[in-house]
């Protein structure tokens, strides 16, 4: 998804809706926590207060997603969203460890509580975390949305199990049923945040994409009337959902005419089949020695198409 018009409004909007509805969850589970002696209930505003950050950081990312490339940040701020989601994603990896340290903590040492005032304060969380994940499962497309859809998920969930707790140890008074549920809910986010950190870090350390075959795009480009060859291929994410691409293709010494025609069918190419709309493809004669590589630099041993030209260190991203 990209982050302008009436996508970001609608974003925003959803953003602040679940930040005042979550900092007043945190009041009320804290308060009823203590009243009701329930650890379980303190950990779900702990839990929430995470998830507030987290909300609060996404917010940030996307009014600095928005904002316009300058001659500092030629990229713009594509990159905050996806910052934002790593954080997000480690945040809840820790949340997962230490529920699950709690968890055991109160196998072996259970706590008595109030299930009644336990449930009906979950039952609140339930109904609300439920409608925030709803609400931001229609823009979590974007990996940073994605992020704080995870958080409200995970809240839906460990609140649905606070209240299946509070009911079986109100019913049969097994205190030990609470913090089994727990290491269950700490499982499935560990395991949620984990593909989220994964995708991130690609995208941070400029990897090529997981839906892309470097492959298939180089035989699309090959097949292009007039490309002799193509290599130095580089593809990377310039944000969530957004790829661009840098090659040396080879062709014959043709005039500039037909040249444009070529490079034209590469871009039809790239944004049809791969949906790569930033390109930056450099043009060699056929005749010419090309490029090697020498520690880990790409430098063109002669001019390409008759100019003084060098790469260093990677792929340039202007153009």
Known sequence: ?????????????????????????????????LRAHSLALLSEAGHNTSDFLALLLSFVAVYFHARPATDKKTFGYRRAGVLAAFINAIALIGIAGWLAVEAVGRLLHPLTVEPRLMMAAAAIGVVMNGVLAWMLSRVSDDVNIRGAFIHMLGDTLSTA??????????????????????????????????????????????????????????????????????????????????????????????????????????NHQLRERFQIHHTTIQFEKRDEAGCEVEDGCMQLEQSAMGSGHTHSHGHSHSH
């Open 161 to 266: 199990a606070v209240i299946v707790g509070g009911a079986v140890i109100a019913w049969t008074g097994m205190q030990w049923v609470d913090p089994v549920l727990s290491l269950i809910i700490a499982a499935l986010i560990f395991w949620s945040s984990l593909s989220i950190v994964r995708e991130t870090l690609n995208i941070l350390l400029e990897g090529t994409p997981d839906n892309v075959s470097l492959v298939d795009i180089r035989s699309a480009m090959q097949a292009v009337t007039g490309v002799c060859g193509v290599h130095d291929l580089h593809v990377w994410s310039l944000g969530s959902h957004l790829n661009a691409l840098a090659c040396h293709v080879t062709i014959l010494d043709i005039p500039p005419s037909e040249s444009r025609r070529i490079l034209s069918n590469l």
């Open 1 to 33: 998804m990209h982050l302008h018009g009436p996508a970001t409004d609608q974003t925003k909007r959803i953003l602040r809706i679940s930040l005042v509805l979550t900092f007043g969850y945190i009041l009320l589970t804290f308060f009823v926590g």
